[in-house]
């Protein structure tokens, strides 16, 4: 089932996968600071996990932080296209999830990851 949520989800988001290459990771910083930075961190649990190295980073992992079963179990691994299903629809890619939040605009998604990746040192 979650297979099939990262399939559909990557088949949806293949325009943002494609806009990859020219993603701004400095404008990916700013999107993140105001839209993700209420929630989140780089460095710190706050409503959200810590987000320093999470690119490559199996979900439910982050030290210290306690997640729904439903990420824990989810064997999901944060990377380009799920990160891009997850914040087009976190329900979607892991039903039972608690992330109520969206991006909706494939170039803002884009950029955050690029930003995401770059403080994974990937």
């Known amino acids: ?7 559909s ?3 949806l988001s293949a325009a943002a996968a494609a806009d990859a290459a020219a993603a701004d990771p400095g404008r990916g910083k700013e999107l993140y600071e105001s839209r993700c930075g209420g929630c989140h961190s780089l460095d710190a649990n706050r409503v959200g996990p810590a ?11 982050a030290p210290n932080f306690n997640y729904s079963a439903a990420v824990r179990n989810s064997g999901v691994v944060w990377e380009g ?3 891009d299903a997850w914040l087009t629809d976190p ?3 892991i ?3 608690r992330m109520n939040f969206r991006i ?3 170039e803002d998604r ?7 990746r770059q403080q994974s040192g990937r």
């Open 95 to 97: 039903p039972g999830q």
């Open 91 to 93: 329900q979607r890619l």
């Open 1 to 7: 089932m979650i297979r099939q949520a990262v399939l």
């Open 104 to 106: 909706s605009a494939a």
């Open 51 to 61: 987000h320093r190295g999470v690119y490559g980073r199996k979900a439910g992992t």
């Open 9 to 11: 989800a990557a088949i």
């Open 81 to 83: 296209k799920t990160l």
């Open 110 to 116: 884009t950029d955050i990851i690029a930003y995401l």
